[in-house]
C-alpha cells in the first residue's frame, strides 16, 4: 500500500526555520515525483514545490522561491522540505503528494494526511 | 493560469445530478487537468486526471470532461458521502501549478 507520513511541523517565529519531513512507503521511491502542498485555514490549495524522481529536478511557486528548499534522500525514502525566513502567511497545514509518474508533468496521486504548520510570535 | 471554479456552493438532494464548472484564464496545452475530493477533516483524494480518466476506486457516477480553457466534474447521482469541497487543478509541464478556489456540494 502507498503510503506519505509527513512529520516536521510545529510552531515557530517569524523569520524562523522549520524541515518537515515526507516518509514514502509502498513503493519504488526514486521513480516517482514528490510534491508539496499547502492549505491556509478555512482556505484552498496551494502547490508549493515539486522534486521529480530520478534527477531530483526541482520547481516551486514564487511565493517560497528563495526561501524553501525541497530535497530527497533515496537511502531513507524521504523528502524534505526545508523552510527558512518564515512568514505568517506560511501558516498552513502542509501536505505531501505522490506524483503519478517521475517527471513534473504528472498528476499526484496519494496524499499524505499533512503536518501543520504555525508562524506566529 | 488562474483556474476559477463555479459555482462556490452547490446544494442538492441525493441522486440529483451535480455539474462542477472549472475555467482557465489561458487554454490548457495537453490534458493536464484533474479534480480531486476534500471531505472536512481529511487529505484531498484524486478524483479525475487528464480530464477524464478516473482514479482507481473512484465510481462511474463520476466523470469529467472538456477541453481548451473549460472543464466540468459531473456526479450523475449524487450520494450523501458526496458531500466535500472539489478542487480543480492543472499540472502542466512549466510551473507554476494552480488549483481552483473550489466548490462545495452539500446534500440536502
Given at each position: ?121 | ?10 446544494s442538492l ?93 452539500e446534500i440536502?
Amino acid at each position: 500500500e502507498v503510503q506519505l507520513l509527513e512529520s516536521g511541523g510545529g510552531l515557530v517565529q517569524p523569520g524562523g526555520s522549520l524541515r518537515l519531513s515526507c516518509a514514502a512507503s509502498g513503493f519504488i521511491f526514486s521513480s516517482y515525483a514528490i510534491t508539496w502542498v499547502r492549505q491556509a485555514p478555512g482556505k484552498g490549495l496551494e502547490w508549493v514545490s515539486t522534486i521529480t524522481g530520478s534527477d531530483s529536478v526541482t520547481y516551486y511557486a514564487d511565493s517560497v522561491k528563495g526561501r524553501f528548499t525541497i530535497s530527497r534522500d533515496s537511502s531513507k525514502n524521504t523528502v524534505f522540505l526545508h523552510m527558512y525566513s518564515l512568514r505568517a502567511e506560511d501558516t498552513a497545514l502542509y501536505y505531501c503528494a505522490k506524483g503519478a509518474g517521475g517527471s513534473f508533468s504528472y498528476h499526484t496521486d496519494v496524499w499524505g494526511t499533512g503536518t501543520t504548520v504555525a508562524v506566529s510570535s | 493560469i488562474v483556474l476559477t471554479q463555479s459555482p462556490g456552493t452547490l446544494s442538492l438532494f441525493p441522486g440529483d445530478r451535480a455539474t462542477l464548472s472549472c475555467r482557465a484564464s489561458q487554454r490548457l496545452s495537453g490534458n493536464y487537468l484533474a479534480w480531486y475530493q476534500q471531505k472536512a477533516g481529511q487529505a484531498p483524494r484524486l478524483l479525475m486526471y487528464g480530464v477524464s480518466g478516473r482514479a482507481t476506486g473512484i465510481p462511474d457516477r463520476f466523470s469529467g470532461s472538456g477541453s481548451g480553457t473549460d472543464f466540468t466534474l459531473t456526479i450523475s447521482r449524487l450520494e450523501p458521502e458526496d458531500a466535500a469541497v472539489y478542487y480543480c487543478h492543472q499540472y502542466s509541464r512549466s510551473p507554476p501549478w494552480t488549483f481552483g478556489q473550489g466548490t462545495k456540494v452539500e446534500i440536502k
